[in-house]
């Protein structure tokens, strides 16, 4: 069974530019999640979708974060513009039902 | 609301020698439990979870943990640690809608 994609794997960029990260879930799984997790730190929700409804997006900084997962398959997140204190790795994960949780390698933002 | 709260950033243990990383929960009601671990610039891969089943529970790599209701605790244990076992920990809760709820870790180092 292939994993969780994401891309791209690392990303410098400097501050008030914009970003977007890419992923695809396990086939088939209809939750999709991205956690952010600054370094030091355990990963936090960041929106939560089931297919290609938003279910919890509580802690999504709305004002310069955006997402979408349209057809309910790939997402992507977008930071715009970025700030230093977004830098963290950037996690997406999916899940079938309530158990099952799998969770990518992660997209590691640097804000400079 | 849920959450979990790991009592220690940091465990340092000899090769060979048992580990014990702590975690305490809040749940107004039963809660599902996951241990996850995360190795350097790996994703997070679980270790085991509870839900409400056997209390002690037994996962990947010899670890295992034990629910005590009594307690709120989670504690995840090995009778005997590698070398390899030396990453980050988190204990973990679901919460609402099948998101989950990470603690803060504790980072786990093992000595020759």
């Known amino acids: 069974e292939a994993g969780v994609a994401q891309s791209p794997r690392y990303k410098i960029i400097e501050k008030r530019q914009s970003v977007a990260f890419w992923c695809n879930p396990i086939?088939?799984?209809?939750?999709l999640y991205w956690y952010q997790q600054i370094l030091g730190q355990g990963p936090k929700l960041l929106i939560q979708?089931?297919?290609?409804?938003?279910?919890?997006d509580s802690q999504l900084p709305k004002d310069r974060f955006s997402a979408e997962r349209l057809k309910g398959v790939d997402s992507t997140l977008k930071i715009q513009p970025a700030k230093l204190e977004d830098s963290a790795v950037y996690l997406c994960?999916?899940?079938?039902?309530?158990?099952?949780?799998?969770f990518g390698s992660g997209t590691r933002l640097t804000v400079v | 609301a849920q959450s979990v709260t790991q009592l220690d950033s940091h465990v340092s243990v000899s090769e060979g020698t048992p580990v014990l990383l702590r975690c305490n929960y809040s749940?107004?009601?039963?809660?599902?439990l996951f241990w996850y671990v995360q190795h350097p610039n790996k994703g997070l891969q679980l270790l085991l979870k509870?839900?409400?089943?056997?209390?002690l529970v037994k996962g990947i790599n010899g670890f295992e943990a034990e629910f005590k209701k009594s307690e709120t605790s989670f504690h995840l244990t090995k009778p005997s640690a590698h070398m390899s076992d030396a990453a980050e920990y988190f204990c973990?809760?679901?919460?609402?809608?099948?998101?989950?709820?990470f603690g803060t870790g504790t980072r786990l180092l093992v000595s020759p």
């Open positions: 973990v809760v679901r919460a609402g809608f099948q998101k989950l709820v």
């Open positions: 979708f089931q297919n290609n409804g938003v279910v919890d």
């Open positions: 994960a999916s899940s079938l039902g309530s158990d099952g949780y799998t």
């Open positions: 749940s107004s009601y039963s809660p599902s």
């Open positions: 086939s088939g799984h209809a939750t």
């Open positions: 509870y839900t409400s089943a056997a209390t």
